[in-house]
Structure formats: C-alpha cells, structure tokens
C-alpha cells in the first residue's frame, strides 16, 4: 500500500492516507464539507448525508464520510447538485427542529426580547437554546447557506424533556438523530447506556423502555454531550451560560491527568469542562468527576481572607498577621516535631516549595501527600526496578493482549484509565482478568474474575506464578537476559501448591491455571493495580508478586506492557517526583544518602535534615503520641476523615491552607485562603508521568493564594533565603534543574503539551516507555513470595467480612425509579449474597430480610440470596446510579472529593424478617 | 424475585436457548421469545441482552425497530383487518371502520378489557376473497360489514371475561 493518495478535490490536488474517507482526506486539507453525524474519532456513519459530494465517473452522490479516498479521484463538493441535494437534506433535518432563526440572516444581531420580523415564537429562537452558539446545526446552516425562502414552522415532536436524571438534561425535541450519542456511548464507551429507539420517521434516540439513565448502564460521562451538534444533550448546570473564554488544563479530580476545555463565563465562574481530543492521556474522554465535579471552584463559601485562632475563635485577618502568627508559632517546633502535608491537587511548584519549606526552613524531612497513605504501590516497584512510575502509557493499553486488574476500582477512581481496555477489549477481544473481592464494573468485561478472599491476594497471584512456572510459560529469553534470582522465587513457591492456594483463598485451581496459561500467551499484557482493600503489611508483598509476573512474562519495557500503579491523589505522582515524599529529595534522591543532601542542599544554599521523615500514615500517628506538634496541611483531602481529623486537632500548632471553612479548617490555628485548581497556574504530573499545564481560568477573587506562594512568603517572613519566587514557571525551571527527568522541560515547552518524563534535554520528545533499553546494568531481581499468612481474625462480634460492589447495570434486578424533590432515585431492595453454610449457620434462607451491621455502625438491609461463592464472605452489589443521584444532591461544596469507596469491613447479619 | 417472576424467567430463557438454529442472534432471540409467549415482557428483553453479551439497550434498539413486537400482553383474540391494494378497492375501510366500532377502538390496539387485539396487516394473501379479515388465524373473506361486525361481536360475547393475565 502506498504512503499517500494523490486525488483532486475541487480543482485541487491534495494528499490523504490510504484507509481515509473523503470527508476525513478534506478536512486535513482543508477544504470544508459539511457534515453532522461524522465525529472524528468514530467510526463513519453516513445518518445525516450533509456531506454529500459528486465523484467524477461515479454515479449519484455518495457520503464523502463514507467513501473512502481512492488513487486520482476527482472529487466535486460544489457542484450545483450536490448544493441542491445538500440543501434538501438540511431542510429535511430542520423540518422537526426549530429553525425560524437557523435561516435568518439576522441571526447574529438578535436578542431574545428583540422584535422578530418573521414572527418566530420566543421559545423557537435560537437564542433560548442552551446549545446557542456552540451550535454545529447552525453554522452548518449558515455555511451550506439556507436563507429565508424555508416557513417557519416545523413539526414539534412534544416530547417530555428528561430533567430528572442526575447531572444531564436531554430534550430530544431538538435531537436530528445522528445518532453521534449513541455512537460515542458504545463505541468510545463501551457502555451502550443509550440506543437507537423505534425507525424511519420516528426513530429516536432512547433508552430500553425509556428507562431513566440510572438504571441503563449509564456512566454518566458526559461523552454524549461533548458529541452532540444541537441543543438536545446539555449539562444542567450553567446549562444557559456562555462561555466567555476558555482555557485548557488538567482534571484535578484524580492522577490520570485529562485535558480538558474549561468554559469560563463573564463573571469569571467555571461553567463547563469538555475533553480535549487531542489530550493525550484522554482522547477526549472525561468522567463523572472530571464533567460534573469542578464548580467547586465557583462556591461562594470559599475562603478570600486568612483566619487567625485568636480566644478560641477564628477571626478575618491580613496575610501580614497571618503570616507572622505562623512564624511565631511554627518556631518552637522546627525539626522533627514538624509536618507538611501536601494536597493531592496540589501542583507541582506547589509540592517542590512545600518539600523545600519543610526541609530548609523547618528542617524536617516529614513532608507527603495526604492522599498517599499506600506509598507501598510504587515502592514495591522501585524495590525490583527501581522505577517510581507506571512504566508504561495509558493509551497504549489500546494495544495489549491482555489486562490484569487487582484490586482497583477502576472505572469510578481512574475512570478513563478503563477506556481503553473496554475499547480494546469490545474491538478486538483484548483479554481481561480481573483479581478483585468485589463485584466492579471491569468485572462485567473480564473474561476471568478471580474472586479470592479478602487479605489472600499475595497467594492468589503466588499461585498464578507457581501455574505459569509449573507450567514453564515464562519468557525464557527475557528471564535469562534480564532477571536474576528466578530459582529463589522457584523455591518460595515450593509450598504454593495450588491446592493449598484454593484452599487459602477460595478460588479454584482451574481459575488459576486458567489466569496463568491466559497472562502468559496473550503478550504484551499490562498490569493495573490500586491495592484496595489490601491490608498495609501484605502490600509490597503483593506489589512484589506483580512485579514477579510482569517479569516473568517479560512484560516490562515494551510497548502496551507493564505495571501501572493507581496512584489515588491527582498529583501524587509529581509531588513524589519533586521530593515531597519523606524519604525522597527531588528526583527520587535518597534522603538518608549523604552525598545527595550535600548536593540538593549546595543547590538551596542550605543544609538539609538527615533524620527520616513520616509519610501521612506516620505524621497522624506521630500527632497521636505528641511525637508531632505542628502541621501544615494544604487542602482537604478524602483520606481525612473522622479518625484523622482528631488526630490533626491534636497538633499544638496547626496551620491550614483551604479552599473552604472544611471540618480541617475548622481546627486550625490559622488557616490561609488557597486558591483552587482554576485559580492556579502550573503543573500536574499523572500516573502514567505525563507533565502537563494548569492553566489558569479565573482570577483570585480576593486574596486567597496558592500553596508556593504562601509559602515563599512564609520563609521570606520567616528569614530564610531561596524563596524569592516571582512566578510559577520560575519555581518549575528550579525543579527541572535539579532533577534529571524533567531537565528537558519548561513551562513554555508543557504549554505546547504534555510530555512525560524521563525527559533529560529540551529537544527530547519524552518516553512513554521505561526500560525500553533494558534494565540498566543489573538485572531485575525477583522477589520470592512469602508464604500465606493466617487470615486476620475478624471481631468475633462481626464476623463475617462484607464485599461491597458497585456497577453501571443491573438488569436482573427488580427496581423502581421515583422522584424526591425533582430528581430521579433508584428505590429497590438491595441483596446480599452470602454463601449456603453460612446461611444455615445463622438459620438464614433465601429471601430472608437481613440487616447487614458494620462496625462503623452503618445498617443496610438486603435480601438474603445464598449465591455466595465463600464462607465467611457476604457481598452486596449496588448500582452506579444510586451513587450518582447522591452525588447530585450532595451539598458540599466540593462533591467529588469525597466519592464513597468500596471497602470490604467487618459485619454481623441479623434477620429481621423471615421470607 | 417471586415465583412468578423466575418462572417467566426460565420460560423466556427456555425460548431462547432451543432455537432452532446453529447460532442466535438478538434478533432471533427476540423472535423465539415472542413465538413463545405471544410478547415481550421487560424480562425478555434483559434475558436477550444476558444471552447475547450485550445491553438491554442493545436489545431495545432491535425490538423497537421492528412493529410486528408487541410489548403489551396480546388480547384473547386476534383479529386483522386487511387493508392491502385489492381489499382496499374492495371496500375495506368499510370493514375496519365497522370492526374498530365494534371494538370500540379508533386505531391498531388492545381493546381496554384486554380481550381483543386489533391489527392491520397489509395482505393476508387472499385478495381473491377480498375485503377479508382473520380472527384467531382464520381467514374469512368476502367480508361485508354486517359480517365483520357479527364476527367481532361474537367474540366478545363467546368470551365475557377478560380479566385474566397473558404470558405472566
């Protein structure tokens, strides 16, 4: 096949690549066809016909996003009949969607009270459409050129617009039916939450029996929306308002780094976020999170002043006495006695001065990220190849044979990193095993669900290298060249007959073998894991055992290969990077190797703490003991909860930078406006170590600051050089100098797009791949898999342990959708399945009401179904639509911080009703 | 999930599990269950997407495309009224408007006791015969309206009760 196609374009010759239709040929060329169904990206379609054009020798008028481009085409886009046929078509489209105002030529000067010459009813004008202005009807109106020789009337379809459901408003009224929403949802998706309803005249965009969106399988990204060309899918929120500016930048709602659209209106208030497409860790795609979470940067209760403690009360006060009240009272309490804890949204200039702060100024190594509470995800990592990164690339998942995914609740915590395994695997079979207690949405997709007992992971995955060993399905090559210790791991797995592996964790030797034989054959394969659930001491082991297997099946250092750790703050993985970590300076520089405090502290004009530091697990324990007396948190954070939160209030001294007057502020001595992710300009880092631009949206409303700067300020105040930081791009050039893998970056090479590390010299082009060169000079050392601990005792008042389960369908079960206060919820009976000999044990059958009580307190009821597949396990699967409709009615101010997880706890069940 | 319930279940799964065919397809699925039961309940539907891996919407999008599935249990009785070409000329609009009087319906549908289907069909294949209608399968042709009528009529009376449930 040749490289390039050389056709003719309107008397034009142009160039295309072998495979393209004319529509995608003529767009790089840019030569404007009109079109509406065809969304770049998707499949072609060919519903709409805007795009029809004349082929010489051909007969009629083909869809150009249908035909594909052939060698010396002569392709015609402006003859008379094509025009002709073209205006036909918009005006069969326009004849059941308003259309008084599409083709009138007044359309850019009218106001929604301005006297219509035509007599278009006010709620047919344009400018009452939600969509108005970002409407791609319209301007391919306006471009194909349709004046007012069409009536004005057109048949309304009166149909009820949906408002009810969470987060969407969809007014099929307006639909043209190109079917982009259903395209977008099944093929980008994998969801098929929406479908094709009824044909011909009255075909229609719908769901199964016009079921509510909450119980069809939506996911509630929003693709649909950013793909829809009219009024017909919107946003609710801000649905009217128009965009003043925007801006491009990164979600801040978790670590896999999307690119986003952000619409800021005249007033400065963030109103819309619409994935990029040519964001490269997203492709467009935005979740739940990233769509519907961000007006927390909008609240009127955020914070424009410092607040001093001053008789127990926290009282408005300037930066000056703010910041000398700190300097007085961080004082005392330099060294060891003193913490920092970064906000997992905090930037990376953010985390780099935080870091700098704690180490030069306070002189304490106890810096981290308040999210990072299992830094053992990429310690484990580094332990055995010394990487402190996913290895690999998001996208390039497209591309595995297979995906392994333990223990992560993927499509809620890391929705888009589901993406492109659910694409793969719906496209073209791409294998997925998923290791997981609970029940969560990959399970639907994987091929293997090996469900173990909770706490016996390690095992589980020590069986899977015990099969693949006996077996011998290893990588030979890759082994021999490129690890060492392969007879120790042999030999530790000596006592992991499977046998005994099911016996331990209750999933059956085929499974097993059956996991192996698959991860084994089917290369590349990937390795995704968030280590939920996962008890703190087994998880470098079970880290350790991943590692194991990638390596053994030389899935290391090769294209959609390797392991990804799901890290859960946004920019945990820069804040590592840039040393706010306890026991790492900049560029992952050990903090207890001399020779690398005496570099990084020549580089600060200081000397550095050589005492370890507490990671955020230790500072709250610390604080606990009286060991930690004063801390500076920045943000809120979803791992402070009630435990911790007593913790913090037991500091002597603590200070909070905060968007809002959260439970944290509240116990501070001092708290410090910060600004919000909008406000901020900088940098986030994501897991898969791309390095990519916060850019600001909006203007500080007051006096509220970002972390770096009210830091820099602090240690001016506070006497000590080095932070005299003009801007963010300074303190990132600053960062960048000191450490190898973003030496090749700025703030105006990010502004050209993200880039991920290691990128040693400006004209680098980053590396999605580490270790493609192979694993450095030693070989990577396997680690041998300890034998299965004895399960935890659970409190013998609770002692059954309870999988909780989240998933977009379920279509077996019998549920009802009501209206409370105008929005849709889903009313249902939940189920908890528990296994037969523990139902005969509590004298439990089938049908029974149960009350499942955990040791939080928290009771729900379920009916007792006896499916359960081990004893002592019982699990209740809910659906993603009952968490969606609590999400919309949430009134924090910040609701997606604090999206409840699925963690498996202790419960007893108490009967309280017989079948 | 009550008796009743995962009864229709097992009667919809037994449908779609014996087709005939080497291989199934939605559209298949679809078909056997409504040969089976007359209509599609909900359960059907998510029972087709379970059997063929694809959503319930998947599944709605076939079913809906297709005007011969009906959603609703059918009456007790069927009755069609042909309205092709040649019934057409031969009066048949006379008949359906007589039938739907005596249905008391104004289009295609159930009557509210859920006693008799209404359908047109656009030929049932004996336009020798015409105008002709079929009830319950059978043909009768050279209709005229008196006719039609006592036809229909005397469904209803041969059949006063209608209370009771279809497929369920």
Redesign the interface.
């Given at each position: 096949m040749p490289d390039e196609i050389t056709f003719t374009i309107d008397g034009v010759q142009v160039k295309a690549k072998p495979g393209q239709t004319i529509l995608q040929a003529a767009i790089d060329a840019g030569v404007y066809i009109p079109y509406l169904c065809y969304f770049p990206g998707m499949k072609p379609y060919g519903a709409c016909r805007a795009c029809l054009v004349e082929v010489e020798g051909g007969r009629g008028a083909p869809a150009s996003c249908t035909t594909p481009v052939a060698p010396n085409m002569v392709v015609k886009s402006d003859t008379p009949l094509v025009k002709a046929l073209r205006k036909g078509v918009l005006e069969l489209l326009m004849s059941e969607h308003p259309h008084g105002c599409l083709s009138c030529h007044r359309i850019e000067l009218c106001g929604p009270q301005d006297i219509c010459l035509r007599h278009v009813r006010v709620t047919d004008r344009c400018v009452v459409c939600p969509k108005n202005e970002r409407c791609e009807l319209k301007d391919t109106v306006r471009l194909v050129g349709i004046s007012m020789e069409l009536p004005t009337s057109y048949n309304y379809r009166n149909l009820p617009i949906h408002t009810q459901d969470p987060f969407y408003d969809r007014d099929y009224n307006l639909c043209i039916v190109c079917a982009r929403c259903v395209r977008a949802c099944d093929e980008l998706r994998g969801?098929?939450?929406?479908?094709?309803?009824?044909?011909s005249g009255k075909a229609l965009v719908?769901?199964?029996?016009g079921t509510s969106l909450l119980e069809?399988?939506c996911e509630f990204c929003g693709a649909c929306i950013d793909v829809c060309p009219v009024g017909a899918l919107v946003e609710r929120d801000y649905k009217w308002e128009k965009a003043a500016h925007s801006v491009y930048t990164t979600c801040p709602n978790c670590a896999v780094g999307c690119q986003m659209k952000l619409e800021v209106d005249r007033w400065q208030r963030v109103i819309r976020a619409v994935g990029d497409w040519n964001g490269e860790a997203n492709h467009g795609q935005l979740c739940y999170r990233g769509k519907f979470g961000l007006d927390f940067a909008n609240k009127a209760e955020q914070l424009h002043y410092p607040l001093v403690r001053r008789d127990g009360r926290l009282v408005e006060a300037t930066w000056e006495e703010a910041l000398d009240v700190i300097a007085q009272g961080l004082a005392p309490h330099k060294g060891e006695a003193y913490a920092l804890l970064a906000s997992p949204r905090s930037t990376n200039e953010d985390a780099y001065v935080a870091q700098k702060f704690a180490r030069t100024v306070m002189g304490s190594n106890s810096v981290d990220t308040s999210t990072d509470s299992r830094p053992e995800l990429v310690l484990g990592l580094a332990d055995m190849l010394g990487v402190h990164a996913a290895t690999g690339s998001t996208w390039q998942l497209l591309g595995a044979r297979c995906t392994l995914v333990v223990n992560s609740n993927t499509t809620e915590d890391h929705n888009v990193m589901a993406v492109p395994i659910k694409q793969a695997h719906r496209k073209n079979g791409q294998k997925v095993i998923v290791v997981d207690p609970r029940e969560v949405e990959l399970t639907r997709y994987a091929d293997l669900w090996l469900r173990p007992r909770p706490g016996t992971e390690v095992a589980l995955i020590g069986g899977i290298l015990r099969a693949l060993l006996d077996e011998s399905l290893e990588d030979k090559d890759f082994v021999y060249k490129s690890c060492e210790g392969i007879e120790e791991l042999t030999r530790s797995l000596a006592h992991l007959d499977l046998v005994r592996v099911e016996g331990v964790t209750g999933v059956p030797q085929a499974s097993i073998r059956q996991a192996a034989r698959l991860f084994a054959k089917e290369r590349p394969g990937a390795i995704l894991y968030a280590l939920d659930n996962v008890a703190s001491e087994d998880r470098l082991a079970l880290v350790h055992a991943l590692v194991d297997l990638a390596l053994l099946t030389g899935n290391v250092g090769k294209p959609s290969s390797g392991l990804f750790p799901l890290r859960s703050g946004t920019n945990e993985q820069g804040a590592w990077d840039v040393g706010c970590a306890p026991s790492f300076l900049p560029g992952y520089r050990p903090v207890a190797d001399a020779a690398a405090r005496d570099e990084v502290g020549k580089a600060w004009g200081a000397s550095l703490p050589s005492a370890p530091g507490l990671g955020v697990r230790s500072v709250l324990a610390g604080l606990r003991e009286g060991r930690v007396k004063a801390v500076q948190v920045i943000g809120d954070s979803p791992t402070f909860d009630a435990e911790a939160l007593d913790a913090l209030s037991q500091a002597q001294f603590l200070v909070v930078h905060e968007h809002f007057l959260s439970d944290l502020a509240k116990r501070a001595n001092v708290v410090l406006p910060l600004s919000t992710f909008a406000q901020a300009q900088g940098s986030y880092t994501s897991l898969e170590r791309r390095v990519q631009l916060v850019r600001r949206a909006r203007s500080a409303r007051a006096e509220e600051q970002p972390a770096w700067r009210a830091l820099a300020q602090l240690a001016q105040r506070m006497g000590v050089k080095g932070f005299e930081y003009q801007d963010p791009g300074q303190v990132f050039g600053e960062l960048a100098a000191l450490m190898p893998a973003y030496r090749g970056l700025s703030h105006e090479r990010l502004s050209k797009g993200g880039v991920q590390w290691p990128c040693p010299e400006e004209g680098h082009s980053g590396t999605p791949v580490l270790l493609a060169e192979g694993l450095g000079a030693g070989k990577a050392k396997l680690t041998p898999v300890e034998s299965p601990k004895a399960p935890r005792e659970s409190p013998a008042e609770y002692p059954l342990l309870l999988a909780p389960g989240r998933v977009l369908?379920q279509?077996?079960r019998?549920m009802q959708v009501v209206s409370v206060e105008g929005l849709n919820r889903v009313q249902r009976d939940e189920v908890v399945e528990l296994h037969p000999s523990d139902a005969a044990a509590l004298g439990v059958a089938a049908g029974d009401m149960l009350e499942v009580a955990a040791t939080s307190g928290a009771r729900i009821r379920a009916v007792a179904s006896l499916t359960g597949q081990l004893p002592g396990v019982v699990s209740i699967t809910t659906l993603f639509g009952q968490l969606a409709s609590q999400l919309q009615a949430s009134s924090a101010p910040d609701r997606m911080l604090r999206v409840p997880g699925l963690e498996v706890v202790p419960v007893r069940l108490e009967k309280v009703a017989a079948s | 999930?009550t008796h009743q319930?995962s009864a229709l279940?097992e009667r919809i799964r037994q449908a779609i599990t014996t087709q005939p065919q080497s291989f199934s397809t939605i559209l298949s699925s679809l078909l056997a269950v409504q040969d089976a039961l007359g209509w599609l309940p909900?359960e059907a539907?998510?029972e087709v997407?379970?059997h063929s891996g694809?959503?319930?919407?998947?599944?709605?999008?076939v079913a809906?495309?297709?005007t011969n599935f009906r959603?609703t249990p059918p009456g007790r009785h069927v009755v069609e009224v042909c309205w092709g070409p040649t019934c057409h000329l031969k009066g048949a609009q006379a008949i359906l408007d007589e039938v739907q009087r005596a249905l008391g319906l104004e289009h295609e549908g159930d009557t509210s006791d859920g006693g008799v289907s209404l359908k047109y069909n656009t030929c049932l294949g004996a336009c020798s015969q015409g105008p002709v209608i079929m009830v319950d399968h059978a043909i009768m042709g050279n209709m005229t309206s008196a006719h039609a009528h006592e036809a229909v009529a005397r469904l209803d009376k041969s059949d006063g009760n209608h209370a009771s449930q279809h497929g369920a």
């Open positions: 969801d098929d939450a929406i479908c094709m309803v009824e044909r719908g769901t199964s029996r069809s399988g369908a279509t077996q019998e | 999930m319930q279940r909900e539907i998510e997407a379970a694809g959503t319930v919407n998947d599944v709605w999008a809906s495309f297709y959603f």
